[in-house]
């Protein structure tokens, strides 16, 4: 069963950057896209980025030309470079495929105060 194990998160000033991993047991995002989601505390859970298995990626308008997705050459890690972080950033982030196909990993938890 694929399992998704996100990493990277922490704690950043407003303008800061982070870089997230997700690490799967399996080459799923050869055959999936892959996505990062994020939940808010009080919020519903949305899709920030995602990138398909040819490589095209899509952002939400939120994160546009700050945050950047891509994989490794296995298909088996995601990354998301995080830049000009702000505080509506703060989210506890995901990976799963998009759509949604797979239970959810722990995730991990994104902070942005100064």
């Known amino acids: 069963q694929v399992q998704f194990v996100e990493s990277g998160g922490g704690s950043a000033q407003p303008g800061g950057s982070l870089r997230l991993s997700c690490a799967t047991s399996t080459g799923i995002f050869n055959f999936y896209a892959a996505g990062w989601y994020r939940q808010a505390p009080g919020k519903q859970r949305e899709l920030v980025a995602s990138?398909?298995?040819?490589?095209?990626?899509n952002y939400a308008d939120s994160v546009k030309d700050r945050f950047a997705i891509s994989t490794n050459n296995a298909k088996n890690t995601v990354y998301l470079q995080m830049n000009n972080l702000k505080p509506e950033d703060a989210a506890v982030y995901y990976c799963?495929?998009?759509?949604?196909?797979?239970?959810w990993g722990q995730g991990t938890q994104v902070t942005v105060s100064s």
């Open positions: 990138i398909a298995t040819g490589g095209i990626t």
């Open positions: 799963n495929t998009n759509p949604v196909y797979r239970a």
